[in-house]
């Protein structure tokens, strides 16, 4: 069955970097894309970014760029996201997920089928 | 930047018909995706594609694209159902999230 386990709990001080990790389990890891998505404590889903496994390429919101380094290592079916600059409002719950995305009837489709655990990350002096 | 929307908050009584609606920009032409998130759990997809379930969600939710609107129908609401629910859509390499709909089932 498909699994994608992260990394645990992170306290870090403002403008400290974070880096999460997601391992993929359960099918191919290089054939789908991998998302991030955040949410702050009472708040919506947030989007971060993608990251496809076979090359390393990936994008990401505007809101972080400059900010956020999505990577990946294939022999351990592992993603990563790391973001730096970290302040207070970017304390938050983060997930990765699995991305399903192609065309259907002419239309694209992009969506997560699969989410991780989360990680809570805290930032605080 | 393209913005979907959704109310902040539906309630509806246990057996009764709870709808949630997402509103953008000629979102007719897309596809709409809708997830459920109960309260410190990851977020599960419950609708893609506009009306498809995926394996192991039940029959009572449904989805419907009409114009500008997207719909997630929970029939038959069930205690369990009580969650915050989000639609997303894609537009311009961009992933949007509704801000979400809390369903207090009452």
């Known amino acids: 069955q498909v699994q994608l386990v992260q990394s645990g709990a992170e306290v870090k001080e403002p403008g400290a970097s974070v880096k999460v990790s997601c391992k993929a389990s359960g099918y191919t890891f290089t054939s789908l894309d991998i998302n991030w998505v955040r949410q702050a404590p009472g708040q919506g889903l947030e989007w971060m970014g993608w990251?496809?496994?076979?090359?390393?390429?990936?994008g990401s919101a505007q809101k972080f760029q400059g900010r956020v380094t999505m990577t990946r290592s294939t022999s351990i079916n592992t993603a990563y996201m790391e973001l730096s600059g970290l302040r207070s409002e970017d304390t938050a719950v983060y997930y990765c997920?699995?991305?399903?995305?192609?065309?259907?009837?002419?239309?694209?489709?992009?969506?997560?089928?699969?989410w991780g655990q989360g990680t809570l990350v805290t930032v605080s002096s | 930047s393209y913005e979907v929307t959704q109310p902040h908050s539906v309630s509806v009584s246990p057996g009764q018909t709870a709808s949630i609606t997402c509103s953008g920009d000629?979102?007719?032409?897309?596809?709409a995706y809708w997830y459920q998130q109960k309260s410190g759990l990851s977020p599960v997809l419950v609708i893609y594609q506009n009306t498809k379930r995926p394996s192991g969600i039940p029959e009572r939710f449904s989805g419907s694209n009409s114009g500008n609107t997207v719909t997630l129908t929970i029939s038959g609401t069930q205690a369990m159902d009580e969650a915050d629910y989000y639609c997303q859509a894609w537009d311009s390499s961009t992933v949007i999230f509704g801000g979400g709909t809390k369903v207090t089932v009452l």
């Open positions: 997920a699995r991305a399903q995305r192609g065309y259907d009837s002419g239309t694209y489709l992009y969506y997560f089928d699969y």
């Open positions: 000629k979102l007719g032409n897309k596809y």
């Open positions: 990251m496809n496994p076979v090359g390393g390429s990936s």
